[in-house]
């Protein structure tokens, strides 16, 4: 196994100085870091297999076809799909569950129907839904959270009812870091009724957990591409085959048909019917090399190491009296969220970014959760295996720091 130092040589930005200080990189939950494998494979298809897909006969176009069509694959195993035609390639989770809801949503839910959303969801996860509710008056329910920051499956169970259509939640908190028991709460949704739908929204999963779809029993299940180590602007839609067949296309034009003429127009097949137009094919292909580097890293590993960087930093930030910790959950992932006695969140994260150390600092787009924490904003740090404690020591520097300034 690679040491953590050898690790980080295969991230050239983790050198990177920021405010004169070597960069320490604690957002990753907005978006982590990218290998050199990555950034290769981007720049190998652009210099040298820059074509369109699914288009040309000639050999460039193929070449691209061929790579692009060879990350489904990787895709489809890295989360144990069935079949390549359950994976469409998206921009990213919000536009994967946008799609469920204009797709699936609008056609087979009717007035009166009921979405079941949590308190924890990322706002991706509730306005998607929202506007289908504005568009075919159907009724949104929301699970509560526990004040450890865990959902409250009695809630759950309440606000299951015969209107219950479709169920969507977070598979991990990015706010919270809160692990929630996906299996355990589909198993409870598929005895209830086996009808409802239940998408997941798996953002902040992928890049921490082994995610076996078949093994979890969902019907949808989304993750983005710049979240595990890929690049921005892709990301991944996972629909059972039986579902997404009898779903209509979402977006129209090139690729996603069969034929057109102005009387009739045939749509393609999967799960091409679903990526109109061009598609981000280098994205694409980086987002099939970062998923081969996690899998040669491998989960266990990483989960691992990950978990040692969260209880370090849990033991270090609970020893400072002024903080906070939002979101105890058992099961946690590496993410915390805290808050510095009455000092405002943008405040800390200026005064660690002096420090060259990079953490999120707000509502990380979950603001219903933070009502319910009744805090405007919250500090928050979030780990990836390249992490380490040292870097950790200089959060709680920067604390210290900031506690210091505000005395
Ligand atoms: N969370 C964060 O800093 P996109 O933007 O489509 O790649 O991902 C949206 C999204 C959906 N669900 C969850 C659980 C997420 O964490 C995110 C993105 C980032 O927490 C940016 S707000």
Redesign the pocket.
Same mark, same amino acid.
């Given at each position: 196994m690679k040491s953590i130092s050898k690790i980080r040589e295969d991230f050239p930005i983790l050198k990177a100085q920021v405010n004169d200080k070597t960069l320490v990189y604690l957002?990753n939950?907005?978006?982590t870091q990218k290998p050199k494998t990555v950034i290769e494979a981007i720049n190998n298809y652009y210099q040298n297999q820059n074509s369109n897909v699914h288009r040309g006969v000639h050999s460039l176009s193929q070449l691209a076809t061929q790579k692009y069509e060879s990350t489904r694959e990787i895709v489809k195993n890295f989360i144990v799909a069935k079949s390549t035609d359950e994976i469409i390639f998206t921009?990213?989770?919000?536009?994967?569950?946008n799609l469920i809801a204009q797709s699936y949503g609008r056609s087979f839910l009717n007035a009166g129907d009921e979405i079941i959303i949590s308190q924890m969801?990322?706002? +991706? #996860?509730i306005v998607p839904w929202q506007i289908l509710c504005g568009q075919i008056s159907v009724k949104l329910k929301v699970i509560d959270v526990t004040d450890s920051g865990e959902l409250n499956l009695k809630s759950l169970e309440k606000l299951l009812s015969d209107k219950t259509k479709i169920v969507s939640l977070?598979h991990? +908190? #990015?706010?919270l870091g809160t692990i929630n028991p996906i299996k355990e709460i589909i198993k409870i949704i598929k005895n209830f009724n086996k009808d409802i739908i239940v998408s997941i929204?798996g953002?902040?999963a992928v890049q921490h957990l082994k995610v076996n779809v078949l093994d979890l029993g969902c019907d949808f299940y +989304?993750f983005?591409g710049?979240?595990i180590y890929g690049p921005?602007g892709v990301?991944v839609l996972y629909g059972k085959r039986e579902l997404l067949n009898k779903m209509p296309p979402w977006q129209g034009g090139g690729d996603m048909i069969a034929s057109v003429s102005f009387d009739k127009t045939t749509y393609n097949i999967l799960p091409y019917k679903f990526e109109a137009g061009t598609p981000n094919i280098a994205g694409v292909i980086g987002l099939g090399e970062a998923i081969k580097y996690v899998q040669n890293l491998g989960l266990d590993f990483i989960y691992e190491q990950e978990k040692k960087l969260l209880d370090y930093a849990f033991r270090k930030l609970s020893q400072i009296k002024e903080v906070k910790i939002i979101g105890q959950a058992k099961e946690k992932s590496a993410v915390i969220s805290f808050i510095l006695k009455d000092i405002h969140a943008h405040d800390v994260g200026t005064i660690l970014d002096q420090s060259g150390v990079a953490i999120?600092a707000g509502h990380?787009?979950?603001q219903p959760l933070m009502e319910r924490f009744n805090v405007p904003a919250t500090v928050?740090a979030?780990f990836a295996f390249y992490n380490t404690e040292e870097e950790v020591d200089n959060l709680i520097d920067g604390i210290k720091k900031t506690l210091e300034i505000f005395k």
């Amino acid at each position: 196994m690679k040491s953590i130092s050898k690790i980080r040589e295969d991230f050239p930005i983790l050198k990177a100085q920021v405010n004169d200080k070597t960069l320490v990189y604690l957002d990753n939950a907005a978006t982590t870091q990218k290998p050199k494998t990555v950034i290769e494979a981007i720049n190998n298809y652009y210099q040298n297999q820059n074509s369109n897909v699914h288009r040309g006969v000639h050999s460039l176009s193929q070449l691209a076809t061929q790579k692009y069509e060879s990350t489904r694959e990787i895709v489809k195993n890295f989360i144990v799909a069935k079949s390549t035609d359950e994976i469409i390639f998206t921009r990213g989770t919000t536009e994967s569950i946008n799609l469920i809801a204009q797709s699936y949503g609008r056609s087979f839910l009717n007035a009166g129907d009921e979405i079941i959303i949590s308190q924890m969801e990322h706002h +991706s #996860n509730i306005v998607p839904w929202q506007i289908l509710c504005g568009q075919i008056s159907v009724k949104l329910k929301v699970i509560d959270v526990t004040d450890s920051g865990e959902l409250n499956l009695k809630s759950l169970e309440k606000l299951l009812s015969d209107k219950t259509k479709i169920v969507s939640l977070m598979h991990v +908190s #990015n706010t919270l870091g809160t692990i929630n028991p996906i299996k355990e709460i589909i198993k409870i949704i598929k005895n209830f009724n086996k009808d409802i739908i239940v998408s997941i929204d798996g953002a902040q999963a992928v890049q921490h957990l082994k995610v076996n779809v078949l093994d979890l029993g969902c019907d949808f299940y +989304s993750f983005s591409g710049h979240k595990i180590y890929g690049p921005t602007g892709v990301g991944v839609l996972y629909g059972k085959r039986e579902l997404l067949n009898k779903m209509p296309p979402w977006q129209g034009g090139g690729d996603m048909i069969a034929s057109v003429s102005f009387d009739k127009t045939t749509y393609n097949i999967l799960p091409y019917k679903f990526e109109a137009g061009t598609p981000n094919i280098a994205g694409v292909i980086g987002l099939g090399e970062a998923i081969k580097y996690v899998q040669n890293l491998g989960l266990d590993f990483i989960y691992e190491q990950e978990k040692k960087l969260l209880d370090y930093a849990f033991r270090k930030l609970s020893q400072i009296k002024e903080v906070k910790i939002i979101g105890q959950a058992k099961e946690k992932s590496a993410v915390i969220s805290f808050i510095l006695k009455d000092i405002h969140a943008h405040d800390v994260g200026t005064i660690l970014d002096q420090s060259g150390v990079a953490i999120r600092a707000g509502h990380h787009c979950t603001q219903p959760l933070m009502e319910r924490f009744n805090v405007p904003a919250t500090v928050r740090a979030s780990f990836a295996f390249y992490n380490t404690e040292e870097e950790v020591d200089n959060l709680i520097d920067g604390i210290k720091k900031t506690l210091e300034i505000f005395k």
